[in-house]
């Protein structure tokens, strides 16, 4: 089993940059794939961006593509995404979450087992 604890959120202006971090502990961090959500109030969790267990391979969201930037660090057990250009449409609540497997085309927020506490990004116009 896996613990995720999210860090870096906040407040920002539209076309700043933000770095949320991911930290882990508990079992090997290198044997999940690890990916970020984001919900806004009222809406559905949705997908962002997964990394590969050896951060190899990467996929992400078309909204963000091009304007955020996952990567993983093994040795320091911690997944960062990168988020540059913001937009008011990027302010939600941004998750942490682990799966077991390693397919890395998985979306569904169901398809992870571990998940974060959550930290807020609010995008200011």
């Known amino acids: 089993q896996v613990q995720l604890v999210e860090s870096g959120g906040g407040l920002v202006q539209a076309g700043g940059s933000l770095s949320l971090s991911c930290a882990a502990s508990?079992?090997?961090?290198?044997?999940?794939?690890v990916g970020w959500f984001r919900q806004a109030p009222g809406k559905e969790r949705e997908f962002v961006a997964v990394?590969?267990?050896?951060?190899?391979?990467?996929r992400y969201a078309d909204s963000v593509k091009g304007r955020f930037t996952i990567s993983r660090d093994n040795a320091k057990n911690t997944v960062t995404l990168q988020m540059n250009s913001l937009k008011p449409e990027d302010t939600a609540f941004y998750y942490c979450?682990?799966?077991?497997?390693?397919?890395?085309?998985?979306?569904?927020?169901?398809?992870?087992?571990?998940w974060g506490q959550g930290t807020q990004v609010t995008v200011s116009s």
């Open positions: 979450a682990a799966r077991d497997g390693a397919y890395i085309n998985k979306f569904r927020p169901q398809e992870y087992e571990y």
């Open positions: 508990g079992r090997t961090f290198s044997t999940y794939v």
């Open positions: 990394i590969s267990k050896s951060g190899a391979n990467l």
